[in-house]
């Protein structure tokens, strides 16, 4: 093969690579009904010491839309508590580098261990869960969960993110 073919069937392959792209949607589910809500004015968002940053940034934008919709955060006596929950896991798809073996006669190629050239994909699956706890009674009035594929540009994250918990509390605009 030829250096000009070999160029050219590089290109091709990064081509192709860069045109793979993963599903940027999280599905979204609601369970309660619309009207759930109706009958609250205040909430509060359970604190969680060990939430990471990413979740705190979620619980925000979440709170944000809360606001937007009239309902007011107050620590004191809230009519409903807001839980959140975020549960994924990263994976990375990967084409490996070959190296020759001159140990064996001839020349044998074997995938290198623990080290890749190439990271074809890399993205973070799974789903990002808001609870609406009824203070008095105790019980689970609405749950809203986004599932799917998370971006890993932040820019990308926060845009599907919220276009999730938009679509999550559309049914009580």
């Known amino acids: 093969m030829g250096v000009v073919s070999r ?8 081509i192709s690579l ?14 309660g009904k619309s009207d759930a809500l109706k009958n609250y004015r205040t909430f509060y968002f359970v604190e969680k010491a060990l939430h990471s940053d990413e979740l705190i940034e979620f619980d925000a934008s979440f709170k944000e839309k809360l606001e937007g919709m009239g309902f007011k955060e107050e620590a004191e006596n809230p009519d409903f508590l807001v839980q ?13 580098s070959y190296i020759s073996d001159p140990s064996s006669s001839g020349t044998v190629t074997t995938p290198s261990v623990g080290y890749s050239d190439f990271i074809i994909n890399s993205f973070e699956a799974g789903r990002l869960i808001f609870l609406i706890q009824d203070t ?21 994250k926060q845009l599907l993110t919220a276009q999730a918990i938009e679509a999550m509390l559309a049914d009580f605009k």
């Not at 860069?18 to 369970?31: E, G, H, N, P, R």
């Open 7 to 14: 160029i050219l069937c590089i290109c091709v392959f990064f």
């Open 136 to 156: 008095k009674s105790n019980d689970i009035v609405w749950m809203g969960v986004g599932s799917g594929i998370f971006p890993k540009k932040e820019r990308e």
């Open 18 to 31: 860069a045109s793979c792209k993963s599903s940027d949607q999280l599905a979204v589910q609601t369970i």
């Open 84 to 96: 959140s929950l975020k549960v994924s896991k990263d994976f990375v798809q990967e084409v490996g």
